[in-house]
C-alpha cells in the first residue's frame, strides 16, 4: 500500500481521535497532488465514504456523509504531506475500521468518494473502537 493511516484506538463515546494519512514509508506518493477521501467499515457492513479533500491547491471542496455532519472534519497539513481526520463527539456506530484512498483525481464530490468503488490506492486501515 502507498499509504498509511494511523491514530486509531479505544474511545469512549463523546471522546475524540483525529486519524492520520500520509505516504508508506519508502513510497514516493505525493498525497498533495491527489483528492484524499476517508472510507470505514464497520464489522458486518459494507465500507462507506465518510469524508474527502481535494487537491492541495484545488478548490477546497470536501464531502461529508451525513452520519458524520458537525462532528468530523479533514484536513491538510502540506508541509507534512499528511491528511487528517479529526473526529469529535465519537458514538459506538462509528465503530469501524477507517481507511484512506484515492481515485487519482483532484477533486472531490459526493460523486466519487460517497462509494469506495473507483478508488485505485488504499491504505491498509486503522480501528477505531467507541465504547465505555
Not at 77 to 85: H, I, S
Not at 106 to 129: F, H, I, Q, R
Request: glycine fraction near 12%; include cysteine.
Amino acid at each position: 500500500e502507498r499509504l498509511v493511516e494511523s491514530g486509531g484506538g479505544l474511545v469512549q463515546p463523546g471522546g475524540s481521535l483525529r486519524l492520520s494519512c500520509a505516504a508508506s514509508a519508502g513510497s514516493d506518493f505525493t498525497l498533495e497532488w491527489y483528492a484524499i477521501g476517508w472510507f470505514r467499515q464497520a464489522p458486518g457492513k459494507e465500507r462507506e465514504g465518510v469524508f474527502c479533500i481535494s487537491k492541495a491547491d484545488g478548490d477546497g471542496a470536501t464531502y461529508y456523509a451525513d452520519s458524520v455532519k458537525g462532528r468530523f472534519t479533514i484536513s491538510r497539513d502540506n508541509a507534512k504531506d499528511t491528511v487528517y481526520l479529526q473526529m469529535n463527539g465519537l458514538k459506538p456506530e462509528d465503530t469501524a475500521v477507517y481507511y484512506c484512498a484515492t481515485d487519482l483525481l483532484d477533486y472531490c464530490s459526493a460523486d466519487n468518494y460517497g462509494e469506495p468503488d473507483g478508488m485505485d490506492v488504499w491504505g491498509k486501515g486503522t480501528l477505531v473502537t467507541v465504547s465505555s
